[in-house]
Every structure is written in C-alpha cells, then in structure tokens.
C-alpha cells in the first residue's frame, strides 16, 4: 500500500476501501524503507476499518507484522460509536513492559564485579520456560488475589518497598479486575511464574547511563551521566498468553453474533459494552495485574542479588524505581478529537504510554517532569529513557514507541549466527551475557533489531516523547 509523506517524520495512509480512517506511520527516510516492506502497513489499513475507531490507525517507527495489530500499533475507539476491544489490538503477553531501577553505584565501582552479578541474577531469577528452582509456587487463592491487587500484593508480602507503587503505572494494579473471568487453566500456568522473566526478547539488563541530553530531566530521574541501572523487560507470561488465547474463541463468535465484518480474522473483536466485551476486558485487566506484580517481584530479587554481591543493604545502594510502564494493553482514558473531549479505548500494542507534564495520572513526583518513557534497544548496544509530551497527548493519544522493532525473524537471525561463538563477541564489548541457550542468544544478536538510535531520534523529533539519556549494557540475563 502506498504512503503519503506528511513532513519528515509522518507519512500518511490514505482512507480507501473499507478503512473508516486514515493511516498515520511514524518514520524518516531511512525507517521507511523497511516499514515498506514489512506486512504491517496492511495492518495498519486492516485496523483502520474496525468499528468505532476515531483519529487515525497508528504506527510507531519500531511497528513491525504482528497478531491482527501490528506490533507498534496505537489505536482508539469510542464505545458511543459501536467501538470495540480486541484482544490482537494488546497481544498475547498483556501488560509487557519494561522497569528502570537507578542505583547510587557509579559504573566504575560495579564493572570489576559483572561477572559475579550476572551469576548471581542467573541464579536467583528463574528465565526461559523451563523449571527453576527458586520458582515462587503460588495457590490459586493467591494468583486470584494478584490478579485483584497486582504489585500491592507482592509489596504487601515483604517482597519491594511502599515507594515502589508510587512509581509504577497506574500505581501497579488496574481497577475493575474481575479474577472470575480469567479460566482455570490461565491460573494454572500462572502458578510458579511471577518473578520470572520468560523466554523471546525478555530481559534483565544491567547498565549504565552513558550520556545525558537533558540535565533537568536526568537529574529528576535520578540518572546523572555513569549511574548503573537495571532494566526489567517482561510480561504477564504464561498465565496472560492464556487469557488472550481464551478470549480469541469469544471474540471469533462475537465477530458473527455482531455481523462484524473483517479483514483478517485475526482482528477479531466484540463491542466494548457488550458482554463479550466486558468479561475480555475484566480479565484483561486482572492479567494486566499479574504482569505488574511479576516485574515487581524481579524487581525485589535483582535487590537482593545486589545486596549479596556488594555487601550493602538495597537501600543504602540506592536501587530506587525510576517507574515501571506498560506497552500491551488497552485502556479507558478521557483524549480531546475534533475539539470534544471524549472517553476512549485505547489500544497500544508495543506502544508506549507518553503522558504529558502536569497528567493527572502521573505520579507527583514526576507531575511537572512528564512521564518516564523507556525504550529498550539490543543487547549489544544501547537504550533510552524519554519522557513524554504535549504533542503526544495530543496526536497519538499519549502514545510512543516501545523499542527498536525487529528486522529479522528468529530463524533468520539464528541462521545469521551459526557457527560464531557469540558469548566470547560479547565479552569482547564489555558485556556480560547469561542465558539459557546459545540459540537465545543467536534469536536476539543486535542485527536482527533496527538502530533504536534510529527509532528514538524520530520519536524525539517528531515530538512525540522527548530524549532524556542514552543507557549502555553491562551485562544481559536471557531466557
């Protein structure tokens, strides 16, 4: 499908055929090249003719083919016009996203002790799919009371700090979670896998920040040049792929009990307000809490892990949370169209959440700063934290990017591997990597990834979030 340039970094989809909306992709000359030749612009033409969408069918510079949505999709409905919730429109791992730990270590203090560090994470924090045995076994009883209260509960049990909640998204839990709505065997899956970081392109990643664009910003952040930190990269595991997998049979009959018509199955969908719609949402939500509540119980073990191989208290080291901030998930939020203020859902798929200075829902902390954006690249060179902006709010629904974005399949890149010995090419950069396979590894070499540095100069450019650092890896934890 043809796109229209707009300006530098927008190009345009025309309406055409069934689309209800136009198309509107992110990119420089350079990204959209590749955006040209990915399915994904099908996608964004595809989710442009789903009832009751409003704006524009989105794509972020990292969008690349996904389930229905396209991975970096943004888009948003209005249930007063018929609109509707899919469940391709926030993906199989529901509220994927990413946390930032800072600490008041200096890189130089922490790289003479890499090696230890990473064995020690290795070791306490189970990844890939398989069995581990520091595994945090959970009853149902519990998983439900999670699936309630996400991160509270883990907090609650002794495993994070109070401080922690202020800084996660949405304070950590999502309200009107129904735990009824989410099957057995979601909950079965989900037994022994919070606190856990799964396989693909999840990760825990020690760096630091190796130079700073915004010195106001860093410093608020708590991020000034040299500063280790911690990303966490995961989702709701298991226990969310279930729930999606559950709600696509719902939806497929929904599609033909609505007379909805589709372009691809893949899309399918029910309205927001129909039951359909209301218990999707009730267990997406309660996913979504799940998921908060895994990434804090990292959180608590990479603590400890610090703890024993420095020989100081979390505290006393400053391993503080920056904010913890989502990119799967649909929400209900109040956005401005057309000069009206309206109630939406919106949906981001590999998006990520961009709010602007003085939101209500940021915390008060950052209140005045915006919210804290973060942009994962590879594991061989660098990452970003931003910070989100007017101009966001105002054109994408508060919405950015959420990482680099692929341009290589997994078998492609593993094929592009065979035969280099890659842990020992890491090494040589300075980057400690563990992981549960070579083949891992092979999955995630940095090219088989776009430059983020690409991705995150659009984004800043285009005005849609706003550069704040660069981080470095120093050591990589994979599934």
């Not at 595994?135 to 209260?149: H, Y």
């Not at 603590?303 to 208290?313: A, I, L, N, P, Y």
Request: aromatic share 8%; glycine share 12%.
């Amino acid at each position: 499908m043809k796109l229209e340039r707009v300006d530098d970094y927008r190009w345009r989809l025309p309406r055409q055929g069934a689309m209800r909306v136009d198309g509107l992709i992110f990119a420089d000359d350079l990204l959209v090249q590749d955006i040209q030749d990915d399915d994904s612009v099908t996608q964004v033409a595809n989710v442009a003719t789903l009832p009751g969408i409003v704006g524009h069918s989105m794509g972020m510079p990292d969008i690349h083919w996904g389930y229905g949505f396209p991975i970096g999709g943004v888009a948003a409905f209005d249930p007063d016009e018929g609109g509707v919730i899919s469940p391709g429109g926030v993906g199989y791992d529901i509220n994927c996203g990413v946390r930032l730990h800072r600490s008041g270590l200096h890189v130089d203090e922490v790289r003479p002790r890499m090696a230890s560090l990473m064995d020690d994470l290795y070791d306490r924090i189970p990844a890939g799919v398989g069995q581990g045995y520091r595994k945090f076994v959970l009853s149902p009883e519990q998983i439900r009371a999670i699936l309630r209260e996400g991160a509270g509960w883990v907090v609650r049990e002794g495993y994070g700090w109070d401080s922690d909640l202020e800084r996660i998204e949405d304070g950590g839990a999502l309200a009107d979670a129904d735990p009824d709505e989410v099957s057995d065997r979601a909950i079965r899956r989900g037994k022994d896998q919070v606190g856990t970081v799964g396989s693909g392109n999840h990760f825990i990643e020690v760096g630091y920040v190796d130079e700073v664009y915004d010195d106001a910003a860093a410093q608020a952040l708590g991020l000034p040049q040299g500063t280790v930190t911690i990303f966490v990269h995961s989702g709701s595991r298991g226990l969310g792929y279930q729930v999606c997998d559950d709600y696509l049979d719902v939806m497929a009959g929904a599609v033909k009990r609505y007379d909805i018509d589709l372009p691809d199955r893949q899309l399918a969908c029910a309205p927001i307000r129909s039951p359909e719609g209301i218990r999707y949402i009730g267990a997406m939500r309660a996913a979504a809490n799940y998921a908060f509540a895994n990434r804090q119980m990292m959180g608590h073990r990479i603590r400890e892990g610090f703890q024993e191989v420095f020989g100081r208290s979390a505290r006393d080291m400053e391993l503080d949370l920056v904010y913890d901030v989502a990119h799967n998930n649909a929400k209900l939020e109040s956005h401005r169209v057309n000069g009206q203020e309206r109630q939406l859902w919106v949906h981001r798929k590999g998006a990520t959440r961009a709010f602007p200075p003085g939101h209500s829902d940021l915390p008060e902390t950052y209140r005045d700063l915006g919210q804290p954006v973060f942009i994962p690249g590879d594991m061989g060179r660098y990452s970003y934290v931003l910070v989100g902006t007017a101009g966001a709010y105002e054109e994408t629904f508060g919405s950015t990017c959420h990482g680099a974005g692929r341009r290589k399949s997994r078998r492609q890149a593993k094929r592009d591997a065979g035969g280099r010995n890659l842990r020992e090419e890491f090494a040589r950069q300075g980057i400690e990597v563990r992981a549960s396979s070579g083949g891992t590894i092979a999955e995630e070499l940095p090219d088989a990834y776009k430059d983020v540095a690409d991705v995150v100069r659009v984004v800043d450019r285009a005005g849609i979030g706003r550069m704040v650092a660069r981080l470095r890896p120093l050591g990589v934890l994979k599934g």
